[in-house]
C-alpha cells in the first residue's frame, strides 16, 4: 500500500420515463407489463418511411422536470440522431439531443454525511426515446427482442462530477425520485425500470483536482445496486492505482449476484455516436405563452413543502421530512389535520398507525383503507375526550378492516370513554381499597404508584377510563388534605 489517500468522483445519468400515455414519436401506448411486442408499430420499429411525430405532453413534461431543478429552459431546441447499433435498437440510431438539450446548468441540494447542505449541479436534462428490452434465454440459447418499451419518452438527467460518496449518490437520486414524483411526470418504478442509473465513477488522489479515467456502469435500478456498484468499483481502481496499473476507460456491466463489474466495451466519446439533427422532426420552439402555460403546472415542491410543514404546522424536523418524502402522504396528512384541527396529533397517528397499516398491507397511502377526513374525525373523539388511546387503536384497526366510521364504531361498540367524575370516583375508591401497598408507596413518596393504580382503574372499567381524570381523582383522594 502507498498510504496515498484516494478520493472518489461521482457523476450519474438518471433516465427517467415519463408517464405520457402514448409514445414519445408514435400513438402506441406506454402501458408496462403488456404482452411482448403488442404495443409498437412501424414507427417506433423504425421500419422504413414510418415518419416521427414529437409528443407534446412529453415536451412539457420534459421542461417541467427542469424548472422543478433549477434549469435554464432552451426556448429553442431540436432532436438529434445518436447513431449506435445494438440489437434492442431497431433503427440503429437513438432520436436523442445533442447540443441544444431542453433543460441545462441546473442544481439540486443534498445533505451530506455531515448534515451540511452539498449542491450538486447538473449539467442538462434532455428528451430522448427509450431502446427495446432484450430478454435472454437459460444457458446461453439465445436472446429474444421486446420491442414494446421502444419510443417510450425517457428524460435522461445528466450531472456534473460533484458527488463524492455512495451516500452523496443516493441522497441526489432519492431527490430526484421525489420531485418527479411531485411534478407527476413519472411514477420512477425503479423496479419497472422506468427511473434507472448509470455510474460515472473515477478516482484521484485526494490532493488533486486533475479528474481521473472513469468508468461507467449502465442500467441500475435499484438503490442498492447503485451503492454497491460505487463501492466496488471505488476498491477495483483504488488497487488497480495502488498496483500501478492504469484504469481503463470503458462501459460496465453489474453484475448483482456476484457482487462485481465486468466490461461491456470501451468507453465511447460524442463523436463517436456521429450527431446530426434527425431530418424528419422539426426543431421545438417554447414560446412564451405555451411557457407559461407548462409552468402554472409546477406544484409546490418537496423541500419547500417540508419547510412550510415544520413553519404552519409546528411539526419536528424529522417528522415533516418524513411525511413530505411522498406527495400523496404530505396530501393525506394536509387533509387529517384540517379535518382534526389537531397538527401534532395528526403527525403521530399518521407516522405511527397509518404507516404501520400500509407496511402490513403493502399498499400506498394512495390506496389507504382509512381516508384522511376518517383519520381526523377519530383524532376529534381522542381530543375531546370521548375515547381514550387504547380505545382509539381499537376504532382504527376496525375502521381499517371494516371501512366503518370513527362514531359508528364507537356508538355500536359501546367505547365511549369514561368522564363522569363521580363514576370514576367509585372506581378509583375500590381501587384504593384493594391495593393498600401501592397506596402506601405513593404516600412514601414513590411516585410511579400512581400508573399502576391508574391501570388498575383501567382494568376495572374494560379500558374506559378517561387516564388524564383517572390520575387526578386517585391523587386526590389519597391526599384528602
Same mark, same amino acid.
Given at each position: 500500500?502507498?498510504?496515498?489517500?484516494?478520493?472518489?468522483?461521482i457523476?450519474?445519468?438518471?433516465?427517467v420515463?415519463?408517464?405520457?400515455?402514448?409514445?414519445?414519436?408514435?400513438?402506441?401506448?406506454?402501458?408496462?407489463?403488456?404482452?411482448?411486442?403488442?404495443?409498437?408499430?412501424?414507427?417506433?420499429?423504425?421500419?422504413?418511411?414510418?415518419?416521427p411525430?414529437?409528443n407534446?405532453?412529453?415536451?412539457?413534461?420534459?421542461?417541467?422536470?427542469g424548472?422543478?431543478?433549477?434549469?435554464?429552459?432552451?426556448?429553442?431546441?431540436k432532436m438529434?440522431?445518436?447513431?449506435?447499433f445494438?440489437?434492442?435498437?431497431p433503427?440503429?440510431?437513438q432520436?436523442?439531443?445533442?447540443?441544444?438539450?431542453?433543460?441545462?446548468?441546473?442544481f439540486?441540494?443534498?445533505?451530506?454525511?455531515s448534515?451540511?447542505?452539498?449542491?450538486?449541479?447538473?449539467?442538462?436534462?434532455?428528451?430522448?426515446?427509450?431502446?427495446?428490452?432484450?430478454?435472454?434465454?437459460?444457458?446461453?440459447s439465445?436472446?429474444?427482442?421486446?420491442?414494446?418499451?421502444?419510443?417510450?419518452?425517457?428524460?435522461?438527467?445528466?450531472?456534473?462530477?460533484?458527488?463524492?460518496?455512495?451516500?452523496?449518490?443516493?441522497?441526489?437520486?432519492?431527490?430526484?425520485k421525489?420531485?418527479m414524483?411531485?411534478?407527476?411526470?413519472?411514477?420512477?418504478?425503479?423496479?419497472?425500470?422506468?427511473?434507472r442509473?448509470?455510474?460515472?465513477?473515477?478516482?484521484?488522489?485526494?490532493?488533486?483536482?486533475?479528474?481521473?479515467i472513469?468508468?461507467?456502469?449502465?442500467?441500475?435500478?435499484?438503490?442498492?445496486?447503485?451503492?454497491?456498484?460505487?463501492?466496488?468499483?471505488?476498491?477495483?481502481?483504488?488497487q488497480?492505482?495502488?498496483q500501478?496499473?492504469?484504469?481503463? &476507460?470503458?462501459? @460496465?456491466?453489474? $453484475?448483482?449476484? *456476484?457482487?462485481? =463489474? !465486468?466490461?461491456?466495451? #470501451?468507453?465511447?466519446e460524442a463523436?463517436?455516436?456521429?450527431?446530426?439533427p434527425?431530418?424528419?422532426?422539426?426543431?421545438?420552439?417554447?414560446?412564451?405563452?405555451?411557457?407559461?402555460?407548462?409552468?402554472?403546472?409546477?406544484?409546490?415542491?418537496?423541500?419547500?413543502?417540508?419547510?412550510?410543514?415544520?413553519? &404552519?404546522y409546528? @411539526?419536528?424536523? $424529522?417528522?415533516? *421530512?418524513?411525511? =413530505? !418524502?411522498?406527495?400523496? #402522504?404530505?396530501?393525506?396528512?394536509?387533509?387529517?389535520?384540517?379535518?382534526?384541527?389537531s397538527n401534532?396529533?395528526?403527525?403521530?397517528?399518521?407516522?405511527?398507525?397509518?404507516?404501520?397499516?400500509?407496511?402490513?398491507k403493502?399498499?400506498?397511502?394512495?390506496?389507504?383503507?382509512?381516508?384522511?377526513?376518517?383519520?381526523?374525525?377519530l383524532?376529534?373523539?381522542?381530543?375531546?375526550g370521548?375515547? !381514550?388511546?387504547?380505545?382509539?387503536k381499537?376504532v382504527?384497526?376496525?375502521?381499517?378492516s371494516?371501512?366503518?366510521?370513527?362514531?359508528?364504531?364507537i356508538?355500536?361498540?359501546?367505547?365511549?370513554?369514561?368522564s363522569?367524575?363521580?363514576?370514576?370516583?367509585?372506581?378509583?375508591?375500590?381501587?384504593?381499597?384493594?391495593?393498600?401497598?401501592?397506596v402506601?408507596?405513593?404516600l412514601?413518596?414513590?411516585?410511579?404508584?400512581?400508573g399502576?393504580?391508574?391501570?388498575?382503574?383501567?382494568?376495572?372499567?374494560?379500558?374506559?377510563?378517561?387516564?388524564k381524570?383517572?390520575?387526578?381523582?386517585?391523587?386526590?383522594?389519597?391526599?384528602?388534605?
Open positions: 500500500m502507498s498510504g496515498i489517500a484516494y478520493e472518489t468522483v457523476g450519474l445519468e438518471v433516465h420515463e415519463l408517464s405520457t400515455l402514448t409514445k414519445v414519436f408514435c400513438g402506441c401506448p406506454t402501458e408496462f407489463g403488456a404482452e411482448e411486442n403488442t404495443h409498437c408499430c412501424p414507427v417506433c420499429t423504425g421500419m422504413p418511411g414510418a415518419l411525430v414529437i407534446k405532453k412529453a415536451v412539457e413534461y420534459a421542461v417541467l422536470a424548472l422543478a431543478t433549477h434549469c435554464e429552459i432552451n426556448r429553442y431546441s438529434d440522431r445518436k447513431n449506435y445494438y440489437p434492442d435498437l433503427k440503429a440510431y432520436i436523442s439531443q445533442y447540443d441544444l438539450p431542453l433543460c441545462k446548468s441546473g439540486l441540494e443534498i445533505e451530506t454525511e448534515g451540511e447542505t452539498k449542491k450538486i449541479r447538473l449539467n442538462r436534462i434532455h428528451l430522448e426515446e427509450d431502446a427495446g428490452k432484450l430478454v435472454h434465454a437459460p444457458n446461453h439465445g436472446s429474444l427482442l421486446d420491442m414494446n418499451r421502444c419510443g417510450v419518452p425517457l428524460l435522461e438527467i445528466v450531472t456534473e462530477p460533484d458527488m463524492r460518496s455512495a451516500q452523496e449518490a443516493r441522497s441526489f437520486l432519492e431527490s430526484i421525489k420531485i414524483e411531485y411534478i407527476q411526470i413519472s411514477d420512477c418504478k425503479m423496479e419497472e425500470g422506468s427511473m442509473c448509470d455510474v460515472n465513477l473515477s478516482v484521484r488522489p485526494a490532493s488533486s483536482d486533475a479528474l481521473g472513469r468508468t461507467e456502469t449502465k442500467n441500475l435500478n435499484s438503490f442498492r445496486s447503485i451503492t454497491r456498484v460505487i463501492e466496488s468499483e471505488t476498491a477495483r481502481q483504488v488497480l492505482l495502488e500501478g496499473v492504469p484504469v481503463v &476507460q470503458a462501459t @460496465l456491466h453489474w $453484475d448483482e449476484d *456476484a457482487g462485481e =463489474t !465486468s466490461v461491456l466495451r #470501451l468507453k465511447e463523436q463517436d455516436y456521429r450527431y446530426f434527425d431530418p424528419d422532426l422539426a426543431p421545438i420552439h417554447v414560446d412564451d405563452a405555451w411557457f407559461a402555460h407548462i409552468q402554472s403546472f409546477l406544484p409546490e415542491l418537496p423541500e419547500a413543502r417540508r419547510k412550510r410543514f415544520i413553519e &404552519q409546528k @411539526l419536528p424536523a $424529522d417528522a415533516a *421530512a418524513l411525511l =413530505t !418524502s411522498d406527495a400523496a #402522504l404530505a396530501d393525506y396528512y394536509e387533509a387529517a389535520a384540517e379535518t382534526s384541527q401534532l396529533t395528526a403527525c403521530h397517528w399518521i407516522t405511527g398507525e397509518l404507516l404501520r397499516l400500509l407496511k402490513e403493502e399498499v400506498t397511502v394512495s390506496d389507504s383503507p382509512i381516508g384522511p377526513g376518517a383519520l381526523g374525525q383524532i376529534q373523539f381522542i381530543d375531546r370521548a375515547i !381514550s388511546g387504547s380505545q382509539a381499537e382504527f384497526d376496525i375502521m381499517a371494516t371501512g366503518e366510521s370513527p362514531e359508528s364504531i356508538r355500536s361498540r359501546s367505547l365511549v370513554q369514561i363522569d367524575s363521580g363514576q370514576l370516583e367509585e372506581i378509583a375508591a375500590r381501587v384504593i381499597q384493594n391495593n393498600p401497598k401501592s402506601g408507596d405513593y412514601a413518596g414513590k411516585e410511579k404508584a400512581i399502576f393504580l391508574v391501570g388498575q382503574m383501567m382494568k376495572e372499567s374494560k379500558g374506559k377510563a378517561n387516564p381524570l383517572a390520575g387526578e381523582i386517585l391523587t386526590r383522594l389519597m391526599n384528602p388534605s
